[in-house]
């Protein structure tokens, strides 16, 4: 039997200068090594269910519900609470629960190399990391991603790699702390569709457990085990990837 890993339940999340309710009583599971593929339109709710599961959704709206993370609440409240006095656990984002964003260009600094971006990634969490030991371990972890020479890669800055090696790269930094669930936000929208398949090979590849967001139902029919589509906020069918498909 399959460990759960994320329990979403009833999550509601609202912006009280528009009483606008922009997810309703959302519940879902996800389980070890399962990747779960949430879909919809466009403003369908999704991106702001997956940054309510981070503890980024926007300072301006009102949360409730509960999502428990293996055996840490990550929300607990049943009345709706302002996101800016919600209390989120300490050392969970960034080192057991990682995202990919969207846009790999605006993600990244451009001021700061490769090795600079993906080694503050990890210090954060591990910070008596000897300068060796940390050279090794982004060298290692580019390798993991698919880059061919990580030495040279380091040293660049965003500017000078291409879409595809962007996005590699804030895989390399989702990836760097191990972590025990990746969001994928539209990971391969900005990509042309050759390197849009490689980097679904790359995804499936790790074998991680993740919650893929996407608009694009042949991205869900590569990666996902099972399916949730959302419209207008709420959750209207979850099935398995094949039911979905055929249905």
């Known amino acids: 039997m399959l460990n759960q ?14 009483n606008f309710h922009a997810v309703h009583d959302i519940s879902f599971e996800l389980y070890q090594g399962e990747t779960l ?24 709206s009102s949360i409730s519900g509960q999502i428990l993370f293996k055996d840490t609440f990550l929300l607990n ?16 984002r960034g080192k057991h629960i990682s995202l990919i964003p969207q846009d790999p260009l605006s993600a990244l600094n451009p001021l700061m190399t490769i090795y600079q971006q993906l080694s503050e990634a990890y210090l954060i969490f591990n910070k008596k990391t000897s300068t060796q030991e ?18 040279r890669c380091i040293k660049a800055y965003p500017h000078e790699l291409s879409g595809g090696m962007r996005q590699r790269i804030l895989i390399a930094m989702a990836i760097i702390n191990n972590p025990d669930l990746i969001i994928a936000d539209e990971p391969t929208t900005a990509l042309d569709l050759t390197v849009q398949a490689i980097i679904l090979e790359l995804l499936k590849s790790l074998k991680r457990t993740m919650l893929f967001i996407t608009h694009d139902m042949g991205v869900v029919a590569e990666v996902a085990d099972r399916v949730i589509q959302m ?17």
Not at 80 to 91: A, D, G, H, I, V
Request: net charge negative.
């Open 5 to 18: 890993i994320l329990s979403v339940n009833k999550l509601n999340l609202r912006f009280p200068e528009t």
């Open 231 to 247: 419209d207008s906020g709420k959750i209207v069918k979850s099935a398995s990837v094949f039911d979905f498909s055929y249905n």
């Open 37 to 60: 593929a949430l879909v919809g339109q466009s403003g369908s709710g999704k991106t702001l269910t997956a940054l309510s599961i981070l503890g980024l959704e926007p300072v301006n």
């Open 77 to 92: 409240n049943s009345e709706s609470l302002p996101s800016k006095n919600r209390k989120y656990p300490e050392n969970i």
């Open 134 to 151: 940390l050279e090794h371990l982004c060298i290692s972890t580019l390798e993991q991603v698919g880059i061919a020479d990580p030495t």
